[in-house]
Nanobody, 121 residues
Framework: QVQLVESGGRLVQPGGSLRLSCAAS????????LAWYRQAPGKQRELVAS???????NYADSVKGRFAISRDNAKKTVYLQMNSLKPEDTAVYYC???????????????WGQGTQVTVSS
């Protein structure tokens, strides 16, 4: 049984910081590229950041310089450190395990329940 459990989302003021976590089970964690997606109301789910098994990272232009993705294979956990948060970062954030095909992240079939991040004063 594959499970992905996101946590850490909450209400935060603009300019604040937050760290999201996603704990995985039921997979060989270390071989996957990992990713964070987000989905705001009325918008499509978008890829925010990814990290390969070797530790290479990619970011959406909208979060470059503000967000950082990392992984801990021993804990089977992927993190998303979010700094200088803006109201437009408000969304439900999801993690995913997939495959990196050249510069393209191919998502896997499993998603967690998501964690809500709300950036508002």
């Amino acid at each position: 049984q594959v499970q992905l459990v996101e946590s850490g989302g909450r209400l935060v003021q603009p300019g604040g910081s937050l760290r999201l976590s996603c704990a995985a089970s039921g997979i060989i964690f270390s071989i996957y590229t990992l990713a964070w997606y987000r989905q705001a109301p009325g918008k499509q789910r978008e890829l925010v950041a990814s990290i390969t098994a070797g530790g290479n990272t990619n970011y959406a232009d909208s979060v470059k310089g503000r967000f950082a993705i990392s992984r801990d294979n021993a804990k089977k956990t992927v993190y998303l450190q979010m700094n200088s948060l803006k109201p437009e970062d408000t969304a439900v954030y999801y993690c995913n395990t997939g495959v990196q095909y050249y510069s393209d992240y191919r998502p896997g079939d499993y998603w967690g329940q998501g964690t809500q991040v709300t950036v508002s004063s």
